[in-house]
């Protein structure tokens, strides 16, 4: 919660947010600040990137490494059969392949689907208090906790010696990591305005524990506090961003917490499309992440070595495409047509992946996947937090669109069997029909969206609560 300072400066410094033109319309160029220069503003905010988002970017990083290494440590390993032998000693023939699926029998029935499945229904529960604690304790605090205790979690890994062992950590791995991915979308939400798109395009194990360590003292905490952030901005800065906020949004300062508040957004079906097209959205790209190892290696036919090695590839060309969609949005103010045309380069490849007779083609078809539906969790992301309103609105929205992309990693770690090897037809046909449907649902959408903003330039709706929010489109 804020102190009482933050809400006298709410009522002071901040209230000049909005301002009137000559005419005594509400004047919403969010650039024209009182007190700084536009390039001076400009220095603020680089100053905010710098500072929030590499830091946000590196938890996030780790993260990811941690959550998606399943499919490439159950097809690649080594063992040594003669321990009492010196390494330097040792040749080829005294090596051989050991995976995490032979080493631990997850080749039995469906054992490496239940382990990547119980990740994620303690990530999905645990995702909406997760949000109001970050809220409440502050991020700086909870974000570096969270990382610390997950990292060590993850250094368990190496010590399993049965698969149910796993489970266990996979469990407790979900319950850690379910409060990052919210509170980091909630936390980027609050700093920026609208028209400024916030992309988490950002070895593991013991440098996940270093990274949170450098998150205590390095991550912000929420815009009305950041003067208390060590060697960040001082006061007339912060108040600065909080007219910024204010200006566009009317929201820079929460209300005290409440169940009340926190649900009542709930009504709002927007909130639960948004939802929606997250769920399709993480499907797919869960699919490949857990499954492209094993696609390339038991699907295409290409040898261990080399499917570690082709994994790669595509999401470099995925962050490029990342890169683009969020600067053609700022550029253009648009969310919901950048998310249409990824859809459409992913529903591309996927038939090539699926049905090209060579595994070159094949592979071609899994740049296209990987980029086009990498690329819409950044700008899914932008779509929702740029057309809701409310601190806690936002908060809930944020929990629950994370969250429903949680229950999307369940079901994308279903779609690619083992039984469907190797053209895996009925998991190419899952990711069609949830790329189609992410192209029907932001069509939906953003036709609402239009109109309801037609009707307010009219003055015959009110949107959000605020006469001078519009929606992005």
């Given at each position: 919660?804020?102190?009482?300072t933050d ?26 600040d009182p007190?700084?220069?536009?390039k ?14 590499v ?25 040594f059969?003669?321990p ?5 000693n ?20 469906f ?18 208090p997760a949000?109001v ?31 149910t ?38 070895n593991?194990?013991k ?19 950041a003067d208390?952030?060590?060697?960040f ?8 961003i ?64 080399a ?37 459409l ?16 083609a ?16 950044p ?30 990693g ?34 939906g ?12 330039d ?16």
């Open positions: 919660m804020y102190h009482e809400k006298k400066l709410s009522d002071e410094s901040v209230k000049s947010g909005h301002e009137h033109n000559a005419d005594g319309a509400v004047e919403r160029d969010i650039d024209n007190v700084y220069s536009y001076e503003q400009r220095a603020i905010i680089h100053r905010v990137d710098r500072r929030l988002v830091t946000c970017g590196l938890i996030y990083c780790f993260s990811l490494i941690d959550r998606g290494n399943l499919g490439n440590a159950s097809i690649a390993g080594f063992d059969p003669h009492d032998k010196p390494f330097m040792l040749d080829l023939t005294d090596v051989r392949w050991l995976s995490m699926t032979d080493d631990l029998n997850l080749g039995i029935e054992r490496y689907s239940i382990i990547v499945l119980v990740f994620f229904p303690t990530y999905v529960i645990f995702q909406p949000t604690a970050s809220r409440k304790f502050g991020p700086r605090i909870f974000l570096s906790t969270i990382c610390l205790l997950w990292g060590a979690t993850e250094i368990g890994f190496g010590f399993v010696k049965k698969w062992d796993m489970l266990g950590l996979r469990v407790l791995l979900g319950i850690l990591e379910a409060g990052l991915y919210p509170s980091v979308v909630y936390l980027l939400a609050t700093w920026y305005s609208r028209s400024l798109a916030y992309d988490p395009i950002l593991r194990l440098f996940t524990c270093v990274a949170a360590f450098f998150a205590y003292f390095f991550l912000v905490d929420f815009p009305e506090k208390r952030s060590w060697k901005l001082n006061t007339e800065e912060r108040d600065f909080l007219r910024r906020i204010n200006k566009d949004r009317d929201d820079a300062i929460p209300e005290s917490f409440t169940i009340k508040r926190f649900l009542k957004p709930a009504l709002d079906i927007k909130i639960w499309i948004l939802a929606l097209i997250s769920f399709f959205i993480i499907t797919v790209t869960t699919s490949i992440s857990v499954f492209l190892p094993i696609i390339l290696n038991v699907g295409m036919g290409f040898s261990t070595g499917s570690q090695c082709l994994v790669a590839p595509p999401y470099a060309l995925a962050a490029i495409l990342m890169v683009a969609s969020a600067y053609l949005g700022d550029r253009f103010h648009v969310r919901g047509p950048i998310l249409i045309f990824n859809s380069i992913a529903l591309i490849g996927l038939p090539i992946m699926g049905f090209a007779a060579s595994s070159g094949r592979y071609f078809g899994v740049f296209l996947v990987t980029a086009g539906t990498n690329a819409n969790i700008t899914a992301l932008a779509y929702q937090a740029n057309n809701v309103r409310g601190q806690w609105k936002r908060a809930l929205c944020s929990a629950l669109f994370v969250g429903f992309g949680g229950i999307g369940i079901s994308g770690g279903t779609i690619f069997r083992a039984q469907d090897k190797p053209r895996y037809i009925p998991g190419i046909s899952a990711a069609i029909t949830c790329n189609c449907l992410v192209i029907i649902f932001v069509l959408l953003s036709g609402y969206f239009l109109r309801a903003n037609r009707l307010a009219k003055g015959k709706k009110i949107i959000e609560g605020s006469e001078s929010f519009r929606y992005t489109l």
